[in-house]
């Protein structure tokens, strides 16, 4: 009882603390990030425009200890453009989700579900990576990419398919029918040339390869690739 006592009063303590913390700014006070990786686009632009007008401001946006913007650069840019001004900053370590609760909305309306809406199409219209200088970060930082579906030695780097999907291990029996077809050579055709292939594979297109292979129930390398050629012949 006692120890549940203790823990009860010391997260009261906590919120006491985090409450007092809570700061009132301005907008100015916030500090753009000049090496953010998104550059945005007109749309993303336009429909956060849109939507800042519409609906007011939704979700907040994210800072570091000194005030300059981790995540929300674009959204900024706008409300400044639209002479948006006051800021609440609210102190935490990460390890507590911050809520911005909107006094003035019930999801279930026509503006709720708007703004929900809203909220992730304007997410999905504004982003447009620098390439070049996402490989600047990740020099400098040592940066995970990979992590983040991100594969910057391929030709597509930014990665849609879930890890799963790359799994070379399957439970499920194999289909060796596409294998033996595409092995297979007519008699009428002429002895096959044999000559070694060496190949140097991003990791983004190692993973496209081991996966294909796996869903054609393929054992090598080597028929992995014949009956790639055979489909593109």
Do not use: W
């Not at 970060?137 to 910057?152: C, M, N, Q, S, V």
């Amino acid at each position: 009882m006692r120890k549940k006592t203790a823990e009860n009063s010391a997260n009261v303590e906590l919120q006491n603390k985090t409450v007092n913390q809570i700061k009132t700014a301005k907008l100015c006070d916030l500090v753009l990030d000049n090496r953010n990786a998104n550059k945005g686009t007109d749309l993303g632009g336009e429909l956060l425009e849109t939507s800042l007008n519409k609906y007011g401001v939704g979700r907040g946006i994210l800072v570091d200890r000194n005030n300059r913007i981790i995540a929300g650069n674009q959204t900024v840019k706008k409300m400044k453009a639209l002479g948006i001004e006051n800021v609440v900053i609210v102190p935490t370590d990460g390890k507590t989700l911050v809520v911005s609760q909107r006094t003035d909305v019930d999801i279930d309306s026509k503006i709720g579900r708007e703004l929900a809406i809203a909220d992730n199409r304007v997410s999905q219209a504004n982003l447009n990576f620098d390439v070049e200088l996402l490989k600047d970060l990740e020099f400098d930082f040592d940066l995970e990419l990979t992590d983040l579906a991100i594969d910057l030695g391929s030709e597509d780097p930014f990665l849609l398919e879930t890890k799963s999907d790359y799994d070379e291990e399957s439970d499920e029996p194999e289909d060796n029918s596409k294998n033996s077809e595409a092995a297979e050579i007519d008699e009428g055709d002429e002895t096959p040339t044999m000559f070694q292939i060496v190949a140097a594979l991003s990791e983004s297109d190692g993973r496209r390869f081991a996966k294909y292979k796996k869903e054609n129930g393929l054992h090598t390398d080597g028929e992995t690739i014949v009956q790639m050629l055979n489909e593109l012949l």
